[in-house]
């Protein structure tokens, strides 16, 4: 069983930064991919941000020279760093591995963009 635990969400000012950390039960050195997903009140949840265990990253369109994820192999932990926010940004936040044909997701982190 893997376990994803997100935190680093809150309420920041547009222009704003924030990072937020999700922490696996497990070695994150076997999750083959980590991604961060984000769901908007009466939206559908999209991808944000993914990375694989080789370094291969990809982004949404939306968030590429903004958000920056990575992986700390030691602490199993992968980051979602926010910077330059926009309130478009505000979601829910999802931290999600895959191992094999399985996929596992955290509980979320609410990220508010507001003035």
């Known amino acids: 069983q893997v376990q994803l635990v997100e935190s680093g969400g809150g309420l920041v000012q547009p222009g704003g930064s924030l990072r937020l950390a999700c922490a696996a039960s497990?070695?994150?050195?076997?999750?083959?991919?980590m991604g961060w997903y984000r769901q908007a009140p009466g939206k559908q949840r999209w991808l944000v941000a993914t990375?694989?265990?080789?370094?291969?990253?990809n982004y949404a369109d939306s968030v590429k020279g903004r958000f920056t994820i990575s992986r700390d192999n030691a602490k199993n932990t992968v980051y979602l760093q926010m910077n330059s926010l926009k309130p478009e940004d505000t979601a829910v936040y999802y931290c999600?591995?895959?191992?094999?044909?399985?996929?596992?997701w955290g509980q979320g982190t609410q990220v508010t963009v507001s003035s």
């Open positions: 990375m694989t265990s080789g370094g291969s990253t």
């Open positions: 497990g070695s994150i050195g076997s999750i083959h991919v």
């Open positions: 999600k591995g895959g191992i094999g044909l399985s996929d596992y």
